[in-house]
Every structure is written in structure tokens, then in C-alpha cells.
């Protein structure tokens, strides 16, 4: 099993730009999510889904949407980039069931909004 | 709301010098606390999950414990490939399993 990956690892964009950060997982998880980790601020919940078709909004939502047609893909869109978006951005997927219920981590992408 | 301080914010330590890490959480009924370590420029690897006041879990060097108010993590004899950030993370009872809060993170350096 390939886990969580993503991709882009790097990306760098101009203020305005849109872009979508790509997230898969194997392990036929019902949940995903999006963290974004600024320093010092912890992990904080962006966007999540409890499966295909069903999505909602975290802690900080705004700039950014989601999509879930699938139950292995989640991606993230970036419509209009902004400084203040610059980060490193985190997918995690989970089972839902209390006992099984860790989230498992993709390696990040870190991207920087000029 | 949901909240978790992880403190210290750094810990420096002698290889072979044991110590603790703390989180202290609020959380509207507690479903899980999670213990994650993270490496620079890696995503969080998973290590404990705990459920109830009273829980402990070990692995290897590592052991974690859980009260009504906080949790631990207690490093024995590290080494210096234990250095990492360790991650605090708690889901509420009635929230979505997608859903985790985060703590800020422990950076933990052992020196030989």
C-alpha cells in the first residue's frame, strides 16, 4: 500500500493564481481530511469529508473547496492564492470506527504564495 | 471549543535522560487522544491512540497516559534518533471522525 500521498511536494505561486493540491489514499478510508501547519499555529482543520459526495468545513475554511467524487481522492482547490495562504498543507484519511480511528498523514506539499 | 496545549514548546535533553511531555486538553466528552511524532519536512507518523482516564500504551522507549485533563508522554533513556515534534491531537465525542484539534507540538532534541 501506497498510504496517503499528495502531490505537488513544492509549489510556488502568484498572488491571484489558482491551483489544486492533489490527494489519494489506498486504504479505501471513508474519512479524509485537509490541515494546514503554519509555524507555531499547530495542525489546523481546513476542509473534511466523511465519504464520497459528502464534505464540510473545518476551523478555516475560507479560501479554499473541496470535491470528493471518489472514495480514494480528495483534492483541494486554491481559487484565488493569497500570501497569507502560504503553508504546508497536510491530507490525512481515517476509518470510521471508534477503536480504528487514527488518522494516517501524507508526506505534505509546501506552498508559497508571492 | 475544543482545546489542547502541548508545553513544553522545546525540550532539550542528554541522551539517556528520561522525561515527560504534557498535554492538557478541553474537549466537550472525550472520544480519543492521539500521539503523533513528526520529523522536519514530514507528514505526522502515528503513535498512541488513548480512550479512557486510566489508559497507558507503550512502545518502546515511548509510554502514554491519559487522565480526565491531560496526558503524557513519557520518553525513557532517548536516544538521539527520538528527536522530533510531538504532536497532541484530541476528537470530541459527537464530531465527525474527520475532525481532530491539534496542540502546537513539543520540539524534542536528545543530544549524545
Known amino acids: 500500500n501506497a498510504g496517503v500521498t499528495q502531490t505537488p511536494k513544492f509549489q510556488v505561486l502568484k498572488t491571484g493564481q489558482s491551483m489544486t493540491l492533489q490527494c489519494a489514499q489506498d486504504m479505501n478510508h471513508e474519512y479524509m481530511s485537509w490541515y494546514r501547519q503554519d509555524p507555531g499555529m499547530g495542525l489546523r482543520l481546513i476542509h473534511y469529508?466523511?465519504?464520497?459526495?459528502?464534505?464540510d468545513q473545518g476551523e478555516v475554511p475560507n479560501g479554499y473547496n473541496v470535491s470528493r467524487s471518489t472514495t480514494e481522492d480528495f483534492p483541494l482547490r486554491l481559487l484565488s492564492a493569497a500570501p497569507s495562504q502560504t503553508s504546508v498543507y497536510f491530507c490525512?484519511?481515517?476509518?470510521?470506527?471508534?477503536?480504528?480511528?487514527?488518522?494516517?498523514f501524507g508526506p505534505g506539499t509546501r506552498l508559497t504564495v508571492l | 471549543e475544543d482545546q489542547v496545549t502541548q508545553s513544553p514548546e522545546a525540550l532539550r535533553l542528554q541522551e539517556g535522560e528520561s522525561s515527560s511531555l504534557n498535554c492538557s486538553y478541553t474537549?466537550?466528552?472525550?472520544?480519543?487522544l492521539f500521539w503523533y511524532r513528526q520529523d522536519p519536512g514530514k507528514g505526522p507518523e502515528f503513535l498512541f491512540t488513548?480512550?479512557?482516564a486510566g489508559e497507558e500504551k507503550e512502545k518502546e522507549r515511548l509510554k502514554a497516559t491519559l487522565t480526565k485533563k491531560e496526558s503524557f508522554l513519557h520518553i525513557t533513556a532517548p536516544k538521539p534518533e527520538d528527536s522530533a515534534t510531538y504532536l497532541c491531537a484530541v476528537q470530541a465525542r459527537g464530531t465527525s471522525y474527520g475532525k481532530l484539534t491539534f496542540g502546537q507540538g513539543t520540539i524534542l532534541t536528545v543530544h549524545p
Open positions: 469529508s466523511v465519504g464520497a459526495g459528502i464534505t
Open positions: 488513548l480512550y479512557s
Open positions: 490525512a484519511s481515517s476509518y470510521g470506527v471508534t477503536g480504528v480511528n487514527e488518522q494516517f
Open positions: 474537549v466537550s466528552g472525550l472520544r480519543g
